[in-house]
């Protein structure tokens, strides 16, 4: 399987619709006859499985038999080396385990593959190689790997990650890899340990640690260990390295030594949340530098944002995770997120807050910061902020119950009990003779038939059924999106200008797109040289294309003078990165208007999020006034 169809598969992935070969040849780069021939390699590769679909709209993806035909391909790894990324991964692992090297002959021979694929598989593991320190020998046609052995197990980790569609690592196609059919048994009962000594996991960094071990054992196996290092063993550190041991002894029969338990065990260390009578020592350690650190960003994301973060709480736990994300920065030893993706177009104003809480840790650590720590980071703020938003997105209500013994009453608690978190009752009418002047909340919740008719009205039976239950959260959540989507159309109009606005303009790279834009911006005094070299600078850190085909360059301060977005939407994609994009919109944010601007901001990716809502834009953009009319019907959708 190729990369390049894995690439259409991965697009197909990303939508239950179907997507014409023209929309996957422009986002892959390619022509319709080479989207034609990728979906043909494909279906061929997955028979008998049916993956791909083809209709009159285009071709979409049969989920069930795609993800069955994964399941089949992880049952045999090391019988379907495939795709070039298996096929990476095998040569290292084979590599790795040969002192005398492996000649291109054989490894053509035994993956059943033209002695020209492996030569082009050699070139990509170079890159990944390289990344991770070390160095592919070659005389004549024997290829020998050289680096010291945390250089290669990182190199093998790196493979086995980049094999995954999903980002999530499977342990049953772990175990099956290296041959170690308890690796799950043993996460089962290290999780239960940790949990009895009253630690807490991130689930979503323990599998790449039990990645690790997997590697550990099949090289300690083999007589590879790691090289003599000098280490201090802190006390949770000491606490997980003796678990490690008991449970290695256990499942897989291994001495695994003191240098290998000291290495997982600080891997495990620094992916633990202990809560406040947890861990030996019965409290999480917090270092008082960390908490400090924390506090300055918060500080500075209130001056930037105006968004609050300084809640105690949450201060604690991103001081721990930061003190672990450090301890991993200096061990290059960064956690993986299978999340990342989403969490970045999904909130990309959480995301680029994250960014900035990052970039502060950068400079006064002195670390480098990739986007899957950025995102655990964001994982701390959005549940905070989540918090925050369910008391302020509550639906007001007034309950319509015509007064007989206490059965308003009875109404009422049953909705307070049920619906509580999602509805704030303001008032209660007893009577029988309401009128429209009556009503001045989001929604009524009435038991009798009203003499008038409002879209936010549901009648329920005098005592909830499982249906009343629904009927009241279907007209809560249509109440709900349509006030806050009431808001972001009015506010909308005040971003966009047609000065500012541009179509089918060419960019030779993200810079020059930002430079261009930035040049429009700054014509009306909106923005200085310093915003567009500051949303440069934050470009490099980390790509704003927080949603396929959108690219939303901006700084990371505040410094314009009012909020306003200046816009280039292409009919034909640009090369943004390693992605390509058709509409790229430099947001100017400024001190004022910060909070509405923000929703703003949200409310214009979620608009890109959807890709038919995005190709009409695209398509009916042809003027700014037809920018704006699409824009508006795309978001009351």
């Known amino acids: 399987m190729s990369d390049k169809y894995l690439a259409l598969l991965e697009l197909l992935r990303s939508t239950d619709d179907s997507l014409t070969a023209a929309f996957l040849a ?11 021939s990728y979906v043909a390699a494909a279906k061929s590769a997955a028979h008998p499985y049916d993956i791909i679909t083809a209709t009159s709209t285009g071709y979409r993806l049969n ?51 033209s002695a020209a694929t492996i030569e082009s598989d050699i070139k990509r593991i170079r890159q990944s190689a390289g990344d991770s320190g070390v160095a592919i020998d070659r005389v004549d046609n024997v290829l020998t790997l050289r680096g010291d052995e945390t250089e290669l197990r990182r190199l093998l980790s790196t493979l086995i990650h980049d094999t995954t569609s999903s980002g999530l690592l499977s342990l049953d196609t772990i175990a099956l890899r290296f041959d170690i059919p308890t690796l799950v048994e043993f ?60 449970l290695a002894k256990r499942h897989f029969a291994i001495e695994l030594g003191v240098r290998e338990e000291w290495y997982l065990a600080r891997q495990l260390a620094t992916r633990i949340i202990t809560p406040g009578s947890g861990g030996p020592s019965g409290s999480a350690s917090v270092d008082s530098e960390d908490v400090a650190l924390t506090t300055r960003a918060v500080e500075l994301v209130y001056d930037e944002y105006l968004i609050d973060l300084r809640n105690p709480d949450l201060i604690g736990r991103l001081a721990l995770h930061i003190g672990h994300l450090v301890t991993r920065a ?28 990052a970039s502060t840790i950068q400079k006064e650590r002195e670390i480098t910061i990739d986007e899957d720590e950025i995102s655990y980071i964001a994982l701390h ?12 997105n509550r639906v007001s209500a007034t309950i319509v119950s015509p007064s007989y013994y206490d059965l308003h009453i009875v109404m009422r608690e049953s909705i307070e009990k049920i619906l509580g978190a999602e509805i704030t009752i303001e008032s209660v009418i007893t009577r029988t003779d309401v009128r429209p002047s009556d009503i001045t909340t989001d929604i009524v919740i009435t038991t009798i038939p009203l003499p008038f008719e409002l879209d936010t009205i549901v009648q329920v039976q005098p005592f909830l059924s499982e249906s009343d239950i ?21 506010r909308l109009l005040e971003y966009f200008r047609a000065d500012t606005f541009f179509r089918n303009v060419e960019f030779e790279s993200p810079e020059s797109a930002i430079r261009s834009l930035g040049e429009a911006l700054k014509s009306q005094g909106i923005i200085d040289d310093g915003y567009i070299e500051s949303a440069i600078e934050r470009e490099r850190m980390s790509s704003t294309v927080f949603v396929d085909g959108l690219a939303v360059p901006h700084a990371m301060s505040m410094t314009a003078q009012r909020p306003t977005i200046a816009l280039a939407v292409n009919e034909v994609a640009t090369v943004w990165g ?30 890109f999020s959807d890709r038919t809502r995005m190709a009409d834009v695209v398509k009916n953009s042809t003027t700014f006034e037809g920018f704006i009319d699409t824009l508006v019907h795309v978001i009351d959708v």
């Open 26 to 36: 422009e986002n892959m780069g390619v022509s319709t006859r080479s989207v034609r």
């Open 63 to 113: 989920r069930d038999a795609y993800f069955t035909y994964r399941s089949a391909l992880d049952a045999k790894p090391e019988s379907f080396p495939s795709t070039p990324r298996e096929r990476e991964h095998h040569i290292v692992h084979r590599l790795a385990s040969s002192s005398l090297g492996l000649s291109i002959e054989d490894l053509s021979s035994s993956l059943h593959v």
């Open 187 to 246: 996460k089962t009962d290290l999780i239960e340990r940790l949990d009895y000594h009253r630690y807490f996991v991130n689930e979503y960094g323990i599998d790449s640690v039990l990645l690790h071990l997997a590697i550990a054992v099949d090289r300690v196996r083999n007589g590879l260990t790691l090289p003599d290092i000098e280490f201090e063993f802190d006390e949770d550190t000491t606490f997980v390295a003796g678990i490690v041991r008991e």
């Open 330 to 357: 200096k061990f290059d030893s960064p956690s993986r997120n299978p999340l990342q993706k989403s969490i970045k177009s999904s909130y990309p104003l959480v995301w680029d807050i994250a960014v900035f809480i």
């Open 381 to 392: 703020i959005g549940s905070h902020l989540e918090r925050q938003a369910q008391a302020k």
């Open 470 to 490: 629904d009927a009241v959260r279907r007209v809560t959540s249509r109440a709900r999106r349509g006030r806050r989507r009431n808001i972001i159309r009015e």
């Open 578 to 607: 390693d992605q390509r994009v058709n509409v790229v919109a430099f947001i100017a944010f400024a001190a004022s208007g910060r909070e509405e601007f923000q929703e703003v901001f949200e409310q214009f990716v979620d608009v």
